[in-house]
């Protein structure tokens, strides 16, 4: 995973460099039940897990 509560500007700053956004037609998101890092993927309703709206939020500004 990524980390969009901790360094949500570097995410996409590397995603840029690396992939380019041009590359980009679609992006997959569900909130998280754990924590960034634990390596368990329990997915939770948008919003309602350890993320927050915040990184949504955003995503849908930007």
Known sequence: GYDLVGDYDGVWADFGDTIGFERLGLIHLN????????????HE???????????FRRIMLD
């Open 45 to 55: 309703s948008i919003g309602e897990g350890t993320l927050g709206p915040e990184p």
């Open 31 to 42: 909130d998280s039940k754990h924590g960034f890092g634990t390596h368990k993927d329990r």
